[in-house]
Nanobody, 128 residues
């Protein structure tokens, strides 16, 4: 059974940094499209960053140059390094995985993109 568990959320001031982690289990982690998504109440879910099986990455325009997605295949952990954080980055952040690698070409551009598996989320709050 696939299980994704996020950690690392918290509250920081604008300009600060956070690193989110997602521990994955129950599937062949390295062969999936993995990604980070975020959502605030009343808004559509946004694909923040994705990484595919060969390490290629894609980012939402809103986070390019500030966020970095990476993964440790040996430990089955997905990371999101977030720098230069802004109040508008405040959201619940979710880790997700999809068996279809083509999801990595769409997830950061299609609102509310559906992935096969989701974690429960970790809250990030940025104060001005």
């Amino acid at each position: 059974q696939v299980h994704l568990e996020e950690s690392g959320g918290g509250s920081v001031q604008a300009g600060g940094s956070l690193r989110l982690s997602c521990a994955a289990s129950g599937y062949t982690y390295s062969s999936y499209c993995m990604g980070w998504f975020r959502q605030t109440p009343g808004k559509e879910r946004e694909g923040v960053a994705v990484i595919d099986s060969d390490g290629s990455t894609s980012y939402a325009d809103s986070v390019k140059g500030r966020f970095t997605i990476s993964k440790d295949n040996a430990k089955n952990i997905l990371y999101l390094q977030m720098n230069s954080l802004k109040p508008e980055d405040t959201a619940m952040y979710y880790c997700a995985a999809d068996r279809d690698l083509l999801s990595c070409t769409a997830a950061t551009t299609v609102p509310n993109y559906g992935m096969d598996y989701w974690g429960k989320g970790t809250l990030v709050t940025i104060s001005s």
